[in-house]
């Protein structure tokens, strides 16, 4: 295998307003963000759907199972899986920068596992049929799409999932690369193993993709939100707003 040239890494950068403490890559875009007063609250609305994965879940599951989050980004998500869930929690992240700053300055649970290295190299050496929950949120600096988005990448997605283990991806839903990153989602999971929610008003799409999921009724998938709602509301977590905006991956084309 040919060797990878070295990637010059954005420097971290970090600011804050209305209580909220944001991280960014040398640039204005904002890469994640915690409330300083309050950690464990979901503070940005497109990550907030990211959690969105978690209704395709039963109720009397959640907890079980490894988390891997791909990109740690301002560790959000991280310390929702291993506080608030109290999943087994891997989080890989190239940048060792994003790691320092995230122990210094947003809470990065001790009982998570960091991982520094590539997420596509993580996911060639990870053992098939391992992971439960997986989240995706993968950009650059310049935040204008994601840094890995091919069908082989989702199709390892795809395979270190165990049966019934589901993908939430964040992508930007009105840029030109939607259209195409859904579909190739949707060649490696499955067409009837992939929706997506209503981009958020910045642009953010986020997209679920289960392994084998078998999709429960509309009265299982409202009592599901209920569960959540009333086990993690006051955290930035509103479900049943949630299932108003799913729509399958067919209902698209």
């Not at 992240?93 to 190299?121: H, M």
């Amino acid at each position: 295998m040919p060797r990878k040239e070295a990637v010059e890494l954005p420097p971290v950068t970090l600011s804050e307003e209305g209580g909220v403490r944001y991280l960014h890559l040398g640039t204005i875009w904002i890469q994640g963000g915690m409330r300083i007063s309050k950690p464990q609250v979901v503070a940005i609305d497109y990550v907030q759907r990211m959690l969105a994965s978690l209704l395709w879940l039963p109720t009397d599951t959640l907890g079980q199972g490894l988390a891997v989050q791909l990109g740690l980004g301002a560790g959000a998500l991280t310390r929702f899986t291993a506080q608030q869930l109290k999943m087994a929690t891997t989080v890989v992240e190239i940048n060792p920068q994003v790691i320092q700053v995230n122990g210094a300055w947003f809470a990065l649970p001790r009982q998570a596992e960091v991982v520094r290295g590539d997420a596509a190299d993580w996911l060639r050496q990870a053992q098939p049929g391992t992971v439960r929950l997986l989240h995706v949120d993968l950009y650059d600096h310049e935040a204008a799409a994601p840094v890995l988005d091919d069908e082989d990448f989702y199709r390892a997605c795809c395979a270190v999932l165990e049966t019934g283990g589901v993908m939430s991806v964040n992508l930007f839903g009105r840029h030109a690369s939607f259209r195409d990153s859904i579909q190739r989602i949707a060649r490696a999971f499955g067409t009837d193993q992939v929706w997506s929610l209503r981009p958020t008003r910045e642009g953010n799409t986020v997209v679920v993709a289960g392994r084998d999921v078998v999709v429960p009724g509309r009265d299982e998938l409202m009592q599901r939100a209920a569960h959540l709602e009333t086990r993690f509301g006051t955290l930035g977590l509103p479900a049943r707003k949630w299932l108003r905006m799913v729509r399958p991956y067919k209902a698209r084309d």
